[in-house]
């Protein structure tokens, strides 16, 4: 997997593209099953595309999470301390730190 397909993968299940501005405007409630369920299987996708993905230090750091976590975790939407969260970040952390540097 590409880097670009890496943030085609994840860019087609971000919640913050398509759901986060109901909850600004809201018609939607940060508690919202279905916003919870969508954001599960991001989170899911994301860990995965970490696991799977084969990048240098350089591309790898285009794939953090953390700016994305703190909108969602500002709007509400999740928990800083929530186990995936958790984990995404526990994730990146270590594959930024195998990662090859840059060319």
């Keep these: ?3 670009d397909q890496a943030i085609n993968t994840l860019s087609q299940s971000d ?9 600004k405007l809201g018609r939607m409630k ?6 919870r369920a969508i954001t599960e299987a991001w989170l899911g996708t994301y860990h995965k ?3 799977t993905v084969q990048l240098d230090r ?7 999470p ?3 976590l703190a909108v969602l975790i500002d709007a509400g939407v999740l928990a800083a301390d929530h186990r ?5 970040r526990t994730l990146f952390d270590k594959r930024l ?3 090859k540097p840059s060319p």
């Design 58 to 64: 350089a591309a790898l750091v285009r794939l953090d």
């Design 30 to 35: 940060p508690s919202d099953a279905g916003l």
């Design 66 to 68: 953390s700016p994305r």
């Design 1 to 3: 997997m590409t880097l």
């Design 84 to 88: 995936a969260v958790l984990g995404l």
């Design 97 to 99: 730190a195998e990662a």
């Design 49 to 51: 595309v970490l696991d």
């Design 15 to 23: 919640p913050i593209i398509k759901l986060l501005q109901q909850v």
